[in-house]
Structures are given as structure tokens and as C-alpha cells.
């Protein structure tokens, strides 16, 4: 494999699991990044073009199913832990496993498109020296999901003499200290940024214009809601998710819904003799009436705010909810869509993130569900809609965002032999265990299709052009029909019964085959012969230790499956008794608080 060569653009955690992976696989690999630093948007940065993590933010999914395949995460870290700590964690991997010399750091990627002759790719960079065209047979992207900010209509910006940003740009409270300062959104980014500014700034306004489904990230024992949803319980949910959509989702919401309301109910004041019914009923109308949280877009759409502090701030007057940003109104002044207009000195737009296409112009574009097909060079093209037509309408336009033609949201069917996407997936688990997961399974694709029929499986693991091209219309057409339903449907948003089954199996983990939903009679034969392992697996919070843990390549067959990682079992152990004592110690500080 030392004669391949393979570029990966961008070192965030998809980037960095990808270098990992292929060089276990013996490919010749070189990352590039911008920056001085890996770990991607986990890695703080003062430059306002690149999107990072706020020194305060505290990720959405806990430690305990959070650290990569074979290298467990810090256990002293606090239960979810803080961006710092995860871009800490992210640089110590890289150390660990050798990496740091495989990268070229201040290197940007400007463009990636097929030489003149067809067999490799030229990819054009600017670092310190100046640009540069370098030639690779493979190339990974691995640039993020969160760089080009998207920013609503603003036809009378001219008017406004505040400071306008996206939340991009915004590192720290200190430039808005005792400014009046509306926040537009309701994001997890707007949550964190309004949060971020609360106590330092004189007004606080965030603007919205629906709601959304935002939970604790814990049970109200305190444990992580996360740890709840083991292996067997989400390959359930996914089967039924794909068997009774209309039915999964309806439950999905109402269960999200309730969890949200009983949180809100923690912060209604206690008046003497009230009932926990009246009190949820008072947290409910002030979610849906006083701050129109609810209702708020499908989880069939999109994933909740996850926040514990918002509800208290709002309670407290720190956070003034408002309706959303419709237009600038003058000098100060903002039109929201209710007519009503604010003061504020500055308008931070937390309005979230459009995939960038413009890094590889040649790349297949939609196609299907009405969409005509065309290039990513063509789609980038495209003129910005600001017609007055739809200036006017109550809502913002609803302009079809493009998607690229990618197998599975990584692979494009005609290049699939040598282009990986692995920052594009939107899935529904922890967003860095599933790049390393898909950086395995890239991996022994490839490898497979290099060793040839030797290997066995050479091919055999991804279906035919014709075949992979029936998916991208047919997940294109299911995504713009959602869509149609919801235009908060985020881009890339995986359909999780195939995807994870799809990814599992060209890895190699073994998985399924050892365990699959508690109805399959999958799990039996591991519950006979090794009840330990079954418990861990079966019963503990999902993390990715279990992926190294099946021996399914015992003859090291490029192709045949990933390395298994001796230290596996131990972290499986370690993983599942830290959980079981902290849950232990969660329910008996709640049992006292009760008591
Ligand atoms: C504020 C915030 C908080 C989040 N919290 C969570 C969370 O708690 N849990 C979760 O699962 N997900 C979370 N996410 C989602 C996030 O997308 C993933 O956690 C993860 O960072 C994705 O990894 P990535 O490598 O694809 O992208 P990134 O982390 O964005 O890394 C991309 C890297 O590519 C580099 N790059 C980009 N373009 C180029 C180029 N042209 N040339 C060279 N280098 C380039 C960038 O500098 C960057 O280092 C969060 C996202 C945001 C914005
Ligand atoms: N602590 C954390 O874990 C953390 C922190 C930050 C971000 N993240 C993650 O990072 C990703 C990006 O999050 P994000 O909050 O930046 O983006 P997001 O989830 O896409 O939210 C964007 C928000 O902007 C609103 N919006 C979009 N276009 C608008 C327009 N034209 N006018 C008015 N409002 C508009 C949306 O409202 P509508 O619903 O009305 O469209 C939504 O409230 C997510 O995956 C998120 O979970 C995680």
C-alpha cells in the first residue's frame, strides 16, 4: 500500500481518524490544515473565518461514549466534557499514535480536481511558500461541516451602524461588554453564544422564529441521557425508524417534548402544595405560550438543543426571548417578525452552516427529487436569491439547498475508488466515533480494492456505480421530501438502519454479526459463551471500544476487516465499571435530594 498516495484535507476529527486509519493500512499518507493545530473546530481559534468551540462549550454527548476505538477517553474528564478538553483529547491521539509528522500545518487546500490525464488528483494548496499543485492517487476530505456561515436576507443592512457578525466569528463576551446585543437563533450555537454573554453585556435579546426541542443533557438522577441508549436498544430503534417512520417519529417527539417540559418544570418556582402535574402544566405553558419554544421542528429533522441553562436564564430575565430577525430598521434598530423593533448595539447571527462544495468544483451535485444534475462548480455559481417577492414573505424563502451525489454521504459514485467524504455524514450518534468509524471502513474498501482478488473481498464491498447511484437518487429523494416537510432537515442526515449497518460491515467490527437488536437471535450465542462481554455490550452506554474487540481478519487480509486492539477488552471493562459507579453515585445523591 507504501505506493499509494492519499492527500486528507483538513485535521479535525475526521481528518485525524482518517490518517490513523489508512496508515494502519500501510497507505502513504499526508494531512493538510490550515491552522497551526489539529483537532479541528475543537482546537480554539481567535480567527474569525474559522468556526471553533467556545472555551465554555460543553459537548452534547457524555465521556462515556465518546473516546475513539482504541484509545479511551480521560476518565477524570467531568461527565460531558468542555471543548477544550475534547481538542486536548484529539491532540494527545495524534501524539500517541505517531501522526504529528504526517501533517502539514497553515496548509490550505484551495481546490481538488483530476489531472489531465485522468488516473490521480491534483491538489492545489497555499502554505507559507506560496501555492503549489501536488498530485495524490486518493484523496479524504475531512474540511468540517460547519465553514461557510449562512446568513438570512438583509435587504436594509445599510442602515444599521451596530456591529453585525455570525457566530463564526464570535470568541469571547469581551467586545459586547455592557452593549445591548440580540442573538438570532435557537441553535445550540445561539444557546451557547447567548449563555457565553449573559452577565456581561447590558440587554440581552435572542431572536427566533419557531421553537426548538431543547433537553437536559442529563435524567433527572443526574445521569447522562446518552448512557441510557445501548447497542442492542439503538439497532431497535433504528429498525423501527425505518419500518415505521410515521409512528417512530411521532414517538420520538412526544417523548422529547415531555423530557423537555419535566426539565422546565425543575425551574418553576415552588409554591407551597402545588402538584408535580400543575407544575409541569405551568412549565408547559410557558414553554409553548410565554417563550414559544414549542413547537419546534421534527426530531425526524434535526437533533435538539441540548442546554441545562438556557430555561434558568430565560426564568431569570437574563435571556429576553423575541421573535426573529426580519430586517435593520436604522441606525440601532431592528424590524423583528413581529413588527415589534429592538434597540441593540450589535446582531449576532447563530443561523448555522452551509456544506462548502467549492473545494472540489468537479463533484457530481443532486440530480434527483426535481433537482437537475450538475456540478459543485456549477452550484457555487448560483446567483443568492433576494427577490423582493420573497423579501416580503412572512417566512424566509424556501430556497432547495443542493447535495452532493455521495454513496452513503462519503463516497462519489463515479470516483469511489479514490474520493472519501468523511465530514458530510449528519448522523445521530456522537459525530467524531462515527467519522473514525467511517475512516475504518474507507480504509479497508480501499485496501481491498488494492490488494485485488487476493483479498477475497476486493469489490465485493461496495455495490456496483449503477446500483450506488439508484441510492443517491433514492436517499435524494427521500431527503427533499422531508425537506418539503421541514426545511430544517439537516444536509446529510443519514438514514441510520443501512448507514451503520453499511459501515459496520466494511469496517469489519464483527458487530452485528455478534449482536444485533434484543428481538434477533443474534446475541445469543455471546451471551452463552461470554456473558461478560455481552453485559458490557449489551447493557453499558455505546461507546467504540467494541469495535476492536471482534477478531474478524485473524490472517491480516488488506480488506478483510480492521485491527483489533488488544487492549479492547480492558477498556470495555473499565468503560462499563466507571459507568455503573457513576450512575451508582448519581442515584443516591438523587435519592438523598429527594428524601
Ligand atoms: C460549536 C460546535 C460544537 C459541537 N459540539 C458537538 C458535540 O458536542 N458532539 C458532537 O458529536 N458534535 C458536535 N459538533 C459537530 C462537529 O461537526 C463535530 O464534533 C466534529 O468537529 C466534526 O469533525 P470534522 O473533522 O468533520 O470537522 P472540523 O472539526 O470542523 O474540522 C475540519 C478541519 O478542516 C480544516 N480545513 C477546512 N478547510 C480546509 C482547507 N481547505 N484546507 C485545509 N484545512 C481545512 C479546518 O481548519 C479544521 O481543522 C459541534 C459543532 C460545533 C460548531
Ligand atoms: N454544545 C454543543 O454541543 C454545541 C454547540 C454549538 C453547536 N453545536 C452543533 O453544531 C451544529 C451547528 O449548530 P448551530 O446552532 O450553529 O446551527 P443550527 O443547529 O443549524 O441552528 C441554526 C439556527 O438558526 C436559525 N436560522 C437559520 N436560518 C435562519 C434565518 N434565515 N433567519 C432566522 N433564523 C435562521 C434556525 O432556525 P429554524 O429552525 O427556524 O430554521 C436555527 O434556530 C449542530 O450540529 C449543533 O448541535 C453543538
Known sequence: ??????????????????????????????????????????????????????????????????????????????????????????????????????????????????????????????????????????????????????????????????TVMHSQAYKSPEPFRDKRVLVVGIGNTACDVSLSLRGHVA???????????????????????????????????????????????????????????????????????????????????????????????????????????????????????????????????????????????????????????????????????GMPLQTAGDACREEPIDRDDIRKAKHEPKRKPHLPRLFQMIFPPRWASSVAFLSWMAPQENVWCVCELASMAVAQIWAAEAAGSAAGRSHALLPSMDEMNAQVNAYHTWWRGEWEKNNSMRSGYVRAYSFYRFLHDAAGTGLYDNLDHMFSGRGWRLWWYDRELWTWLAKGPMNSYSWRVFETNPQGIPGYGRKTWKGARKALREAYEDYEEFRRQAEARHEQSEA
Open 1 to 162: 500500500m507504501e505506493d499509494i498516495k492519499i492527500a486528507v484535507i483538513g485535521l479535525g476529527p475526521a481528518g485525524l481518524t482518517a490518517l490513523k486509519s489508512l496508515r494502519e493500512e500501510g497507505f502513504d499518507v499526508i494531512g493538510f490544515e490550515r491552522r497551526d493545530e489539529l483537532g479541528g473546530l475543537w482546537s480554539f481559534s481567535e480567527n474569525a473565518t474559522f468556526t471553533s468551540a467556545l472555551n465554555e462549550t460543553v459537548c452534547n454527548v457524555s465521556k462515556f461514549v465518546s473516546g475513539l476505538s482504541d484509545y479511551p477517553i480521560d476518565k477524570d474528564y467531568p461527565p460531558y466534557p468542555t471543548g477544550p478538553q475534547i481538542g486536548k483529547y484529539f491532540n494527545s491521539y495524534a501524539r500517541h499514535f505517531n501522526l504529528l509528522d504526517r501533517v502539514r500545518f497553515h496548509t490550505t487546500v484551495n481546490k481538488v480536481t483530476r489531472n489531465r490525464s485522468g488516473d490521480a488528483w491534483d491538489v492545489h494548496v497555499t502554505d507559507p511558500n506560496g501555492k503549489a499543485i501536488l498530485c495524490f492517487d486518493k484523496v479524504v476530505f475531512g474540511h468540517g461541516c460547519e465553514s461557510v456561515p449562512i446568513w438570512p436576507p438583509m435587504p436594509s443592512r445599510g442602515l444599521f451602524k451596530g
Open 203 to 369: 440587554k440581552l435579546y435572542q431572536g427566533y422564529r419557531r421553537g426548538r426541542i431543547m433537553v437536559s443533557r442529563y435524567l433527572d438522577n443526574g445521569v447522562p441521557v446518552d448512557t441510557q441508549l445501548s447497542w442492542p436498544i439503538m439497532r431497535l430503534k433504528y429498525l423501527l425508524d425505518d419500518k415505521l417512520p410515521w409512528l417512530m417519529m411521532q414517538l420520538a417527539d412526544k417523548m422529547m417534548t415531555d423530557k423537555m417540559i419535566s426539565d422546565a418544570a425543575r425551574f418553576e418556582p415552588a409554591t407551597l402544595g402545588i402538584s408535580r402535574k400543575e407544575r409541569l402544566n405551568q412549565a408547559g405553558r410557558r414553554v409553548r405560550e410565554d417563550w414559544r419554544l414549542l413547537p419546534g421542528p421534527s426530531m425526524a429533522h434535526t437533533h435538539p438543543a441540548v442546554q441545562e441553562d438556557f430555561i434558568p436564564a430565560l426564568h431569570q430575565g437574563d435571556i429576553i426571548p423575541v421573535h426573529g430577525f426580519k430586517d435593520f430598521a436604522g441606525d440601532y434598530q431592528i424590524l423583528l417578525q413581529d413588527d415589534a423593533i429592538v434597540e441593540v448595539d450589535a446582531v449576532i447571527f447563530c443561523t448555522g452552516y452551509d456544506l462548502d462544495f467549492s473545494i472540489m468544483p468537479e463533484m457530481d451535485m443532486d440530480g434527483a427529487g
